[in-house]
């Protein structure tokens, strides 16, 4: 399921979209979007990169030697990622699609850094911009079980995608315990007292949509009403019977609502 950012770079429609995975215990870019994927890159020309820290990218840049510590310095080295893929391919200008803790607080640091370099964005279960999570999933319990748990939150309803979770268990299982992955995720989370500042959404000038689950019990709903409160072009939509995963509960709406918004 893993895949890197050359091997999912794919020729659709003209504009081009860069799809930035979320911050779970062994996540990579190729399971995280396979659920839309496919729709997408009928539409855009699209780039769904593994993030530092995860899949291929486990070590790169440092990211697995402690180099990085607490969430604004692992999203910003997730920006200058982004911002490297996008000049090898060529690209002056992309539309973003962020994920949750990893994918949309790279998304956020993104817009501040390099505003310019992004025409359009999406922000999924408030982007990171919430308070640090009180234990750190999966880790404290390295079993399949213990992850199956930990993806059935992820979703409104488990018992509606049984074979899903069963797979991605057992993939994310194998991915989490490789060397260096849990050192790397909690360093994600930790809380730095001198770190980095985060980004700051009132300077960001740049339409955003910011999507959130009516039943996402990872993050609830007024952490996205916040951050669209901030953003001077921001909005939210409220997907109904959805939880933290849109894109797998809602998927049709989850890329009807991303491509009307995008071709706004």
């Not at 996402?216 to 933290?244: I, K, M, T, W, Y």
Request: proline share 7%; glycine share 12%; with cysteine.
């Amino acid at each position: 399921m893993s895949a890197t950012s050359e091997d999912v770079a794919h020729s659709g429609g003209s504009a081009a979209l860069v799809l930035l995975h979320g911050g779970g215990p062994g996540v990579d870019a190729g399971s995280n979007w396979a659920a839309v994927y496919s729709r997408f890159s009928s539409e855009f020309r699209c780039l769904a990169p593994d993030l530092l820290g995860f899949g291929t990218q486990l070590s790169a840049g440092g990211a697995g030697s402690g180099a990085l510590r607490g969430p604004a310095a692992w999203a910003r080295a997730r920006a200058g990622q982004v911002l490297d893929l996008i000049d090898r391919h060529g690209l002056d200008r992309v539309d973003l699609v962020g994920n949750s803790a990893a994918g949309g607080a790279a998304a956020l640091a993104l817009l501040a850094e390099a505003p310019e370099r992004i025409g359009r964005a999406v922000l999924m279960g408030g982007a990171g911009t919430g308070p640090l999570p009180r234990t750190v999933p999966f880790y404290d319990q390295p079993t399949k079980e213990s992850m199956r748990a930990a993806l059935a939150r992820l979703v409104a309803d488990e018992h509606a995608h049984p074979e899903l979770l069963d797979d991605l268990a057992g993939h994310r299982l194998e991915q989490a315990l490789r060397p260096g992955a849990e050192a790397a995720f909690r360093s994600m989370f930790a809380d730095v007292a001198d770190g980095p500042a985060p980004a700051d959404p009132a300077k960001i000038p740049n339409p955003v949509l910011a999507l959130h689950g009516e039943c996402d019990r990872v993050s609830p709903v007024e952490v996205s009403q916040r951050l669209v409160a901030r953003l001077p072009q921001g909005r939210l939509n409220v997907v109904a019977g959805a939880g933290h995963w849109i894109h797998v509960d809602r998927p049709d709406e989850f890329c009807s609502l991303i491509g009307e918004f995008l071709s706004a």
